[in-house]
């Protein structure tokens, strides 16, 4: 695993336990209710995180993106799946998504090659 | 079908004539991409529409969300997977979401009736 | 109530009532957590809704404000601190919050002649 | 003068005048800050006006689209050039801005019949 | 002071002078309608610095945010207190605040041994 | 040219190729849709670059305004235009733009000791 994806797996896994740890009810309820969220459903957990991907991305957080591109990879997501929810991220959310977008495929480039 | 969903469209289809006449080239080009975007390509139109739909949600434009509820309905989404597609629009974009799932609840219930 | 006020509670509850009859574990259980939320803890009530209330106003979404603007009254928040509010999220969130603003007024005006 | 301009503008002025009266010290500087920026300065007012308006477009305002609307107008901004403005809010903003184009162009029609 | 942190001091305070320097009526106008915002009025400066803390994680700006907290200590703000303000940010904006969030806790416990 | 200037347009450069090598038809015409939108049409390539930087300050996106601000710079923009620029991106997004303010002035500085 590069070095980066291994930061940001380390940087949010020790984050997310100094917050589970304060033992405030309703945000560790909020981080439970995230987690089954991409559980399979109705739809099924690759659907689901090339939902949460697409979101992400129009909303323009790159942890998120960077997040559900993983997860979607994990999933099976092909490369060319990959494009398709950039250009709908792209076309819904316009041109400001552009920089977020040449991050999510170094990322995934970085992702291949692993 | 329902007098609100016939002056939606009515409306969308009029104004959208109004703007293509302009003739304004880049303009007239972003419509035809945004039509393509979702046709089946990598992924079928289906899911590019549910994909269309949460990111709507999270952004929260009421006849963004409209149009695609009304697409997915027609690709065959079923009630239960609108509610998955909803659930990852809620909790992805929190609770300013809620008006917005309130009004989808409503015109999916709507067009279930016709 | 003034009926516009009536007709705003009627629709929230009614179509709330429609959401959680789906029984979406997730969804269901975001409800309760945004219940929940507002609920005296280490910060009181009123503390709480006046958090809920800037977060709406910044965000912009009217059915939002108009939730907190009515919880906030009912935690007994005054006119004068009512402006403090809007002053903080007229400064962070911009131009912008204005219309919100002139229907946040609004609603703050008619329920001070309940 | 439309009958839904007259609304618009009469709602305006009457809310600004009672948020005002409060005489809460910042909102009303906040207010005569909004006033002058659009002033000519280093740059002439019309081109201030399309910066206020491309502004209000991606971040989707109806309220605030219709306002700078009204102000291109009176500084002599041309239909064609309304359309560069929209195609730079289209791009930069993506397709959620759609649903705002459409009601700007509809309010322009309706300025241009005057 | 923690490296970091005097870094975020410095270059803010170095750039708003730059800003400054500039004589820009409505700009400098801004900034002191800015710092003004914060001062006690009818609600204390502990609690409009809480409301500023709110609407920058929902709005996801992470200098605002360490802004805020940084202030919010300054005016004694408990550890407690603060995770009701991150729940509530959280709940109202989504998952799409937890990067934020994250941050926000790394910088509150950073301040907390100093 | 600075380093960080030198960066900025080398990422910007080498991932833009890398998305465009995929041949995403739908993105690849949004890219070229992207460069044309900023062409002399109706309005002048110096106005629509203001037009795309204020679009980008109230969106908040560094790179996006980056990238506007050296346009600007080449199309022959002001200092005293830019602060203009600025200032209607200041009062329409709010304090929240603050931040990204700080860095499109140093970005300026930097341009203009070239």
């Known amino acids: 695993m590069s070095e980066r ?9 020790k984050m997310n336990e100094r917050i589970l ?8 309820r909020f981080f439970a209710l995230d987690t089954r ?4 459903g ?7 995180e090339m939902l949460g991907l697409v979101a992400s991305l129009v909303l323009r957080c790159d942890d998120c993106i960077a997040y559900h591109v993983i997860q979607c ?5 092909e490369r ?5 929810i950039f250009n709908v991220g792209l076309v819904v959310g316009g041109s ?19």
Chains 1, 2, 3, 4, 5, 6 share one sequence.
């Open 5 to 13: 994806l291994e930061q940001f797996r380390a940087y949010r896994e």
């Open 21 to 28: 740890a304060e033992k405030h009810q309703q945000i560790n």
């Open 37 to 40: 969220t991409y559980e399979a």
């Open 42 to 48: 109705a739809l099924d957990a690759r659907t689901k």
């Open 73 to 77: 990879k994990r999933e099976g997501v």
């Open 80 to 84: 060319s799946e990959f494009f398709e």
């Open 96 to 114: 400001i998504v552009i920089p977020h977008l040449r991050r999510a495929v170094e990322l995934l480039d970085e992702l291949e090659k692993e």
